[in-house]
């Protein structure tokens, strides 16, 4: 499945495919994971741990964060939110974000949803009931996929405080 992710983001980076159908693949690929695994290996009961209402952010690893800030905003027209370069860039993409961090293993990192009515205490319960391991980093909860992928869960992104303000 990473090598498909890492497919589909080579095709993006290098013009073969839009941001739309980037974003549009990856959702797809993950959603498809999700929606077809097994992951406390027990029958679906019907109603989901959560629902997703959107994908919220997508967490990137990056080599050089003003390099990839520059060619984000030149070719995609994505605008800064909050530059903390050297370590970090958050980048408005309608009413989503990309997260640039800086590694020195250049990869996808983390995709976020968005969740009605988040609260990270409720949420790390209720992926323990579910049989699922999680980590809570501030008011971050973390888990993975049946494929290692990393999945974030968030409220509305722009809900946040402290979050500067996104101009539409």
């Known amino acids: 499945m990473i090598d498909f992710m890492e497919q589909i983001l080579t095709n993006f980076e290098s013009g073969h495919i839009s941001r739309r159908e980037a974003v549009v693949r990856l959702a797809s690929l993950v959603l498809g ?8 290996n027990t029958q679906h009961s019907g109603s989901p741990t ?9 967490g990137l690893r990056v080599s050089n964060i003003s390099l990839s800030r520059d060619f984000y905003r030149e070719h995609l027209g994505l605008t800064v939110i909050r530059d903390n370069t050297p370590h970090n860039c958050f980048m408005a993409c309608g009413d ?8 020195d293993n250049p990869r ?25 391991d999680s980590r809570r980093e ?11 992928l990393t999945i974030q869960l968030s409220g509305k992104w722009d809900s946040w405080p402290g979050t500067p303000p996104v101009q539409r």
């Open 108 to 132: 996808m990192d983390h995709c976020c949803y968005t969740v009605e009515a988040y609260d990270p205490d409720s949420a790390t319960q209720k992926l323990k009931k579910a049989g699922i």
């Open 96 to 103: 989503n974000y990309v997260g640039l961090f800086r590694s």
């Open 33 to 40: 994971v999700v929606g077809t695994s097994n992951i406390a």
């Open 50 to 58: 959560f629902q997703a209402k959107g994908l919220n952010h997508l």
């Open 138 to 148: 501030e008011n971050r909860v973390y888990f993975e996929d049946p494929d290692d």
